[in-house]
């Protein structure tokens, strides 16, 4: 093998490695996916049995917001859902081969399931069901991650074994699910733990994200300003799209958004006030202050969307000072400590029932909070280099651009900076430069 060809291949390897969020692999959460547990309750029987299908977000700081999941499979013979209770079918499909008696809740090859609503009869719900399809992450809500729903499984050929379906889709832009694997019996306690039962059999289905297959342009960006510099560094041009460009609307100072339209998924597509960058995201880092032991940021989340809200939102920031973080004003905050000792990154997010909702674009469009961070004793405190800003930020697991570090604001060679305190320098430089020229001459 020549060098041009070593080198092509390494080239190649190189470049996998660098798209790998591509194939669902985030390196600050790199165990996160979504699972559908399929448990089978009871050995089969009559070509008649019960499942529990769970859907798990392993996700710690990513989750499915409105409209929700849409779970769908292919069958892979003629199997049907007799009867579903904690969610429902979108369709039922063509269900003539049943004659006489009660007929199946469905008997679409490729059924497509839904979550029941939060207030939907008592008779229907399952533990863990109706909340819309809504799933929080783990990190934010330790309750409301898991989602549920029981069926009774049949078929018109009584002699024809029930089949494990394929093709497995969550009906959430990004997510690719593989196939279904054989994993050990689901354990269910009973009594207040005190005793536990266990399904006939279980497989999980695991479902992976991708950013560029949730969307082919970035969702948000980020602008940075500091106490030290006059300078705002807005969010870099394009970010999101151009002014003018196919497909992107916008809206001009004081005119009404157009009438709004649906995607393929059920979410309104983006219109998004005209700007620069044309983003429905923008997050501004903002240094505020400089004090003796310690500097405050502010944070602001400004929506500039006219088609959604954004509920359960969150950023994760990756920032070298987050270890010697002291305190967050407005906003909900951990830490994600991903590789041992090292924490520099954390996920901020809303208070619930006060700011967990980021409202579409207009006067109350935003949330900001501001952070205490102690400065770090055991080396020479500096603002020098970008130090102050954040080196990488995601909104809803999203990562946003960010503007080249060479456009940072500037900082002088000390955090205590005004320009009176230059002027008064300089002029005092000048003042003893022209006294040293009179007693030489």
């Not at 289905?205 to 970035?218: G, H, I, M, R, W």
């Not at 500097?295 to 088609?307: D, E, G, M």
């Amino acid at each position: 093998m020549d060098l041009i060809s070593s080198l092509t291949i390494v080239m190649l390897l190189g470049s996998t490695l660098f798209v790998s969020p591509a194939c669902g692999y985030d390196p600050l959460d790199p165990n996160g996916n979504i699972t559908i547990r399929w448990d089978v309750l009871q050995k089969p029987a009559d070509a008649h049995h019960d499942v529990r299908l769970s859907i798990v977000n392993y996700q710690l700081f990513r989750h499915i917001d409105f409209p929700g999941w849409k779970l769908s499979w292919t069958w892979r013979n003629e199997e049907v859902i007799w009867s579903i209770t904690g969610a429902e079918t979108t369709e039922q499909g063509d269900c003539s081969k049943f004659t006489g008696g009660s007929l199946p809740h469905c008997c679409e090859k490729k059924p497509v399931i839904i979550d029941l609503l939060p207030n939907a009869p008592f008779n229907k719900q399952v533990s863990n069901c109706c909340r819309s399809g809504i799933l929080s992450s783990m990190l934010q809500d330790s309750v409301n991650y898991i989602s549920a729903f029981q069926m009774n499984i049949g078929s018109a050929d009584t002699n024809l074994n029930i089949s494990l379906p394929t093709n497995f889709t969550l009906g959430v832009p990004g997510y690719t699910c593989g196939d279904p694997f054989r994993v050990p019996p689901t354990k269910f306690p009973e009594d207040h733990g005190r005793r536990s039962t266990q399904a006939f059999a279980t497989w999980n289905v695991t479902c992976s994200y991708s950013q560029y297959k949730a969307s082919s342009v970035p969702t948000c960006c980020v602008s940075l300003s500091a106490f030290y510099n006059s300078t705002i560094v807005d969010c870099p041009k394009c970010s999101c799209a151009c002014q003018g460009q196919t497909g992107a609307k916008c809206v001009k100072p004081g005119e009404s958004p157009p009438v709004l339209h649906l995607g393929h998924n059920g979410v309104p597509k983006p219109v998004v006030d005209c700007s620069s960058h044309m983003c429905p995201i923008k997050v501004h880092w903002h240094v505020k202050q400089s004090y003796t032991q310690y500097w405050r940021v502010k944070i602001t989340v400004t929506n500039l969307n006219h088609a959604r809200n954004y509920s359960q939102w969150d950023l994760v920031v990756l920032h070298p000072n987050l270890d010697n973080i002291t305190q967050v004003f407005s906003f909900n905050y951990k830490p994600l400590n991903i590789y041992g000792n090292i924490n520099d990154t954390g996920v901020f997010y809303g208070i619930k029932y006060y700011n967990d909702m980021l409202l579409q674009s207009g006067e109350n469009g935003n949330v900001q909070s501001e952070l205490l961070m102690q400065k770090d004793s055991g080396t020479k405190f500096s603002f020098n280099g970008g130090w102050g800003f954040p080196r990488k930020i995601s909104f809803n697991g999203d990562e946003c651009v960010m503007p080249q570090p060479d456009d940072y604001p500037r900082s002088p060679n000390k955090a205590h900076f005004n320009a009176q305190t230059t002027f008064f320098s300089s002029s005092l430089v000048l003042l003893v430069s022209l006294m040293l020229m009179n007693v030489l001459s």
